[in-house]
């Protein structure tokens, strides 16, 4: 029989706690325990950036962590990015520039933007494609992404008052 | 994925006494991105993993008097974050801003990225890291080799090392810190990489029961850097690389240290580049002879001769960068 770990952590800011195999990864663990399917696994190795989610404030792939090694962090996921019904600047710009086709990919681009606006708010083209390098897109050539995300840090300056 | 105990230590000790005695028992997960995958493959099947990313004692960059100081579960962002690293060891964090996935390099660490395993294909796909087929035949020299070795490669193997920290830190004259349940133990970071003789060693001499703690990289240098050819910016490996560290009397090299990587199944310390730039300025053609003196000896196998004119551009444009100085 497979012995079952404890783990507690705060997903989109809520304390949760699962069981969970040590050999399934946290991509799994939010997936099939947690029932927060949004996070994608597209290649399951790193490569490809569907299941990114922020761990403890910076954007990592899920696929590559073990749901227990998520004990005690904090993690945000798709799910957690609009607030209530509002939808986060980055998902009106995406929807604005249309800057999805199949969608498989948009979760992880989104969770990654936001982290880069998070510690930048104003990232040049070239940041903004070099942080979303480990984020493949199959559909859309990434232009409309890279607007979208220009779209949404200008949204989110303006926010702000200066 | 095979089951395995998870163990969690928050101590070095404890976590020493949680090692096995034999590879293939126990492995230590880090930050996981060669790990995971190495395990979802079942190229790894440990009976445990121990995670070592609570273990206080493994994390910080320090200044000390002996150099500067790296926690081997420093992540490579944080070494790249580092103004110290940037500012100091120029070849070093050049080679850490390679790793061009943000992803990676906040879950990816110093210590990880000397332990990783090489990225041959034939190995990860369960032919063993001397990929032979079943007859004990190697399969590289007449097989898909374009990514292979081209120097140090007479056999058995054929793969190259995957470290991307490596050639910088022994460019450095870097030392790596192991540790054991029975003590510690220092090696140059130049020794700690080998070329394995037999499928069951490994292509680092660390032993199954000891982990890497840290590395030491000794006080300033004045010139240093990293280029590193690739086909892909991101999410991919050097076709071929290379570390330079000069140490300047005026405008001539008084001495170097060449150090190629993706080329040979350790890291590649080039005598004859260093030999080639001794009392010279480095110019546009020095840099050139180096890289030419550094592929002199090379022997490319039958899909990877381009490799050798990538590692001759490396060196040059690595001592080109050095040279420079960039703050
Ligand atoms: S599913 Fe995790 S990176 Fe592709
Ligand atoms: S929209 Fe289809 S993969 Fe990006």
């Known amino acids: 029989m497979q012995t079952l770990t404890r783990v507690r952590a705060i997903v989109n800011e809520q304390p949760v706690e699962f069981l969970c195999e040590p050999r399934q990864s946290l991509l799994e663990c939010l997936r099939d325990i947690l029932g927060l399917t949004g996070s994608k696994e597209g290649c399951n190795d790193g490569n490809c950036g569907a299941c990114t989610v922020i761990l403890d404030g910076r954007p990592v792939n899920s696929c590559l962590v073990l749901g227990v090694e998520a004990e005690g962090c904090r993690i945000t996921t798709i799910e957690g990015i609009a607030r209530g019904t509002e939808l986060h600047p980055l998902q009106r710009a995406f929807l604005n520039q249309a800057a999805l086709q199949c969608g498989f990919c948009t979760p992880g681009l989104i969770v990654a933007a936001k982290a880069l606006l998070d510690e930048d708010p104003d990232p040049s083209e070239e940041r903004i494609r070099a942080f979303l390098a480990n984020n493949l897109c199959r559909c859309t050539g990434y232009d409309k992404v890279v607007r979208a995300v220009q779209d949404a840090a200008a949204a989110g300056r303006e926010e702000v008052p200066a | ?142 097989g898909e080799n374009q990514y292979h070795a081209i120097l140090g490669n007479s056999g058995p193997a054929y793969f190259v090392s995957a470290s991307l920290l490596g050639p910088a830190l022994i460019a450095y004259n870097a030392t790596v810190k192991l540790a054991s349940a029975s003590g510690s133990r220092d090696v140059p970071v130049e020794k700690f990489f080998v070329t394995p003789q037999n499928d069951s060693s490994r292509e680092i001499a660390l032993l199954p029961n000891e982990i890497v703690t840290g590395i030491v990289i000794p006080s300033a240098v004045t010139r240093s850097a990293t280029y590193e050819v690739r086909q892909r910016q991101a999410l991919d490996w050097p076709l071929a690389a290379a570390s330079v560290v000069l140490r300047m009397k005026g405008a001539t090299v008084a001495g170097a240290r060449v150090v190629l990587g993706h080329v040979a199944p350790t890291p590649w310390v080039s005598e004859e580049a260093a030999q080639a730039l001794a009392g010279k300025a480095i110019n546009e053609e020095t840099a050139t002879e180096a890289g030419k003196a550094a592929l002199a000896g090379a022997t490319p196998l039958s899909q990877n001769a381009y490799k050798v004119q990538l590692a001759r551009v490396a060196v040059k444009r690595a001592l080109l960068q050095a040279a420079r100085g960039r703050a």
């Not at chain 2, 230590?28 to 995958?37: I, K």
């Open chain 2, 1 to 142: 994925m095979q089951a395995f105990e998870y163990a969690n230590p928050s101590t070095l000790q404890e976590a020493l006494s949680l090692l096995g005695n034999r590879w293939g028992e126990v492995d230590v997960l880090a930050g996981g991105t060669d790990l995971l995958p190495l395990m979802k493959d079942e190229i790894h099947t440990p009976r445990r993993v121990v995670n070592i990313k609570n273990v206080k004692e493994l994390g910080g960059i320090q200044s000390t008097k002996a150099g500067l100081r790296i926690g081997a579960a420093v992540t490579l962002e944080e070494l790249l974050q580092s103004a110290l690293v940037r500012k100091t060891y120029p070849a070093l964090a050049d080679a850490a801003r390679g790793i061009a996935s943000p992803q990676i390099r906040n879950m990816g660490t110093v210590g990880g990225d000397l332990c990783q395993r090489p990225r041959c294909w034939y190995f990860r796909n369960g032919f063993g890291l001397l990929a032979r087929d079943a007859g004990g035949q190697a399969l590289v020299p007449g």
